[in-house]
């Protein structure tokens, strides 16, 4: 196949993207696809490179490789792609003085994609009132105005990175739901970084480890849950378990043991003791063992 082509069909293609700040290697060779339509997490412990990789697709930071979103190189595209990529900045570029209503008004005016009625359908949902000044509201509450701003944007692409950091639990639950109720659809792709990997779990149609700077997952989510099946074992089974290769294990009390497989049919094991899919947490745990070590 003419690989130019093939690159097209994807919303982002990156291949051998590196990333290296002095001595720190923050992308080392990472290589993904998204399509379109679907919800992606990117996933990583702290310093995994998840957000140098979002700066990368947005045209934020140089950095070498090959990359195209909604086939532009963000490095010599970046105006272009703007029309069809939104992305929430850094919380604090809101001016302290300005109020809600200004804040939509500005959106409003400098945007051509801007949805002032779903903006406000977002709003009415928090205790935010139009004539309240950014100064006067709390961190999560400007959060909450960035996401209201960014969600009533009729973008192509949506990339988020922690969005719901510093937000309570009502409002994040409330966020992701409408997130999909309300913001996405068939046309649109969006990207989001979290560490909360419960919270996004449901939503997600693919899921993306990274660690140290490469994906080490790439997988849809139905594909997770076909690919990886937890054992629970018997301390007299265990033996036989291990030779079918788990690619973690850890032990519970009364010398039984959970062993996670990777490809290995659940049929199989179900032989040997009790199975179940396991969350992407205990994925993301089992993956990312020996880190920090
Ligand atoms: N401007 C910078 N200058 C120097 N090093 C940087 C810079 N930005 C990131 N790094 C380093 O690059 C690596 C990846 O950072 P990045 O911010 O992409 O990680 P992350 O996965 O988003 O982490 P977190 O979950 O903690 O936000 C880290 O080791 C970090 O220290």
Not at 35 to 52: E, F, H, M, S
Not at 108 to 132: I, S, Y
Not at 160 to 184: C, S
Not at 220 to 244: C, H, K, N, T, Y
Request: proline share 4%; charged share 30%.
């Amino acid at each position: 196949m003419n690989t130019a082509i093939a690159m097209d069909d994807h919303v982002v293609t990156a291949r051998d993207l590196r990333k290296t700040y002095r001595s720190t290697v923050a992308l080392d060779g990472a290589r993904f696809d998204i399509g379109a339509g679907r919800i992606v997490g990117l996933i990583g412990p702290n310093g995994a490179g998840k957000t140098t990789a979002l700066k990368a697709m947005l045209g934020l930071t140089p950095f070498d490789g090959e990359l195209r979103v909604l086939g532009k190189d963000p490095r010599t595209r970046r105006d272009e792609l703007m029309n069809d990529v939104c992305f929430i900045a850094d919380v604090a570029v809101l001016p302290r003085w300005i109020r809600v209503k200004e804040a939509i008004d500005f959106v409003a005016g400098v945007h051509p994609r801007f949805d002032r009625a779903r903006c406000e359908r977002f709003l009415a949902n928090t205790q935010l009132k139009p004539r309240q000044r950014v100064r006067e509201l709390s961190k999560g509450m400007i959060v909450q105005l960035h996401l209201a701003l960014v969600m009533a944007i009729d973008a192509r692409l949506l990339v988020l990175d922690e969005p719901t950091l510093g937000l309570d639990i009502l409002y994040r639950k409330q966020f992701y739901q409408r997130l999909l109720e309300d913001y996405f659809d068939e046309q649109k792709t969006i990207v989001i970084t979290t560490h909360q990997v419960e919270e996004v779990e449901h939503i997600l149609t693919d899921v993306m480890f990274i660690r140290a700077g490469k994906i080490v997952l790439d997988a849809p989510m139905d594909a997770v849950g076909e690919r990886f099946v937890e054992l629970m074992v018997d301390a007299d089974r265990a033996e036989q378990a291990r030779s079918l290769g788990p690619v973690d294990e850890r032990a519970l009390p009364f010398g039984k043991t959970v062993m996670l497989f990777d490809g290995v049919p659940q049929a199989q094991l179900a032989r040997l003791g009790e199975t179940r899919t396991p969350g992407l947490a205990d994925l993301f745990v089992a993956t990312m063992k020996g880190t920090y070590a």
